[in-house]
């Protein structure tokens, strides 16, 4: 399958649908909250966003190694939009789900969602590689991901690994059984106490996207923020929350760390909130121009945690977003979701254009496009 995607060739629908068809039976087993326990000798390895971009993820398969009963691999989230290989990046994970599922995680994250592949160019480089009712089978099938899992090891923590995860001044926060554990999700954390991991388990999700509001929302799109408390998103989707938010739920539910994903971090990773919540992001040179590395994360059966961080590597010619058509933007907001983009006075910008005017006629497109432009280059 590998030669074939390096070769620009696409396989089969009936392969294709094979594959997610596949991945569905596996995903639609978990929970919502799916849970990963490290015997002796066992190590998972936390990948963070990959954007569609599946040369890096070759790449980054040769750093982490292929998965086996003894080496895990969860995906937290966003493996498709922006970069113009998603179909290529997400069959390739799907065929490892299906083949291996309980080696090989995938967490939902808030592009496995109709309205942004919509926007952001896997809707349309489905239908182009594979056709509309092959995008219609991905769209069900994300909702069947899991939107969260505990990582669990099983061994004593050793001073290596609490030093690995905890900050110097911190007690750490363990298991009810003493051992070290970690949440991972693709957002963050909620707008509201006391949410348990039961809470979180039994949200219904299949067929489901995440709306605006509640549990799965937050879980897929809410990003930490330095000061204490919960403020506004600058997404416009989500909450902030500070390091006291996080504290209160770690020691709540029992939790060493949080890991996520969703925001591009120079070094690839950060380690936020006293050690308590990291972001990890696996697409290195995100989308071309953010110059940044990629990173995971690998955890033992102690809890010890080792990061490895890597830059991109080349690819063939072909622009970020080459799939996404402007009808999709006139569906949503652009770059609602990563206003880095065009900077915050340009993402909140835009928001207000769309939500007064919600579109109509190409001019309006043409203006939205020119726009964008003239931001993201004032934005540096
Ligand atoms: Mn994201």
Redesign the pocket.
């Known amino acids: 399958m590998e030669e074939w995607f390096k070769a620009g060739k696409y396989l089969a629908r009936r392969i294709v649908w094979e594959i997610v068809l596949g991945c569905f039976e596996a995903c639609v087993q978990e929970e919502s909250l799916h849970e990963v326990v490290l015997q002796e000798g066992m190590t998972c390895d936390v990948i963070g ?1 990959t954007h569609g971009q599946y040369y890096d993820l070759l790449h980054l398969l040769t750093l982490t190694g292929k998965p086996s009963e003894k080496h895990c691999l969860l995906f937290n ?2 493996f498709v939009d922006r970069g113009s290989w998603s179909v290529e990046v997400v069959l390739t994970l799907m065929a490892w789900k299906w083949l291996l599922p309980r080696s090989v995680l995938l967490n939902r ?3 496995e969602t109709k309205d942004m592949n919509k926007v952001y160019g896997f809707e349309g480089e489905v239908k182009h590689k594979h056709g509309e009712l092959t995008y219609k089978l991905f769209a069900h099938v994300f909702t069947a991901l899991p939107l969260a899992t505990l990582i669990s090891p099983t061994l004593t923590p050793t001073p290596k690994a609490l030093a690995s995860a905890v900050a110097k001044s911190q007690a750490p926060i363990l298991s009810p059984e003493g051992r070290m554990r970690y949440f991972v999700t ?2 963050g954390l909620f707008s509201k106490d006391n949410v348990t991991l039961d809470d979180i388990r039994s949200i219904p999700r299949i067929g489901k996207q995440p709306g605006n509001e509640g549990l799965m929302c937050e879980l ?2 809410t990003d930490p923020q330095e000061t204490e408390g919960r403020g506004p998103s600058k997404r416009g989707v989500g909450i902030g929350f500070g390091p006291d938010v996080t504290r209160r739920w770690c020691t709540l539910n029992g939790i060493t760390g949080i890991l996520r ?3 591009v971090r120079q070094g690839g990773y950060a380690i936020e909130h006293d050690g308590l919540c990291t972001t990890v992001f696996s697409a290195p040179n995100y989308v071309d121009q953010s110059g940044n590395k990629g990173a995971f994360v690998r955890i033992d059966a102690h809890g010890e945690r080792e990061y490895t961080t890597y830059d991109a590597v080349p690819h063939p010619p072909m622009k970020p977003m080459a799939y996404a058509g402007a009808m999709g933007m006139m569906r949503s907001p652009p770059f609602m ?1 990563q206003p880095h983009l065009v900077g915050s006075r340009g993402a909140s910008a835009i928001n207000s254009l769309y939500k007064l005017t919600k579109f109509s006629g190409n001019s309006l497109v043409t203006f939205f496009i020119s726009f964008c432009c003239q931001e993201k280059s004032l934005a540096g």
């Open positions: 966003d989230g966003d994250g808030n592009h693709h957002g897929l799109w994903s969703h925001e979701d």
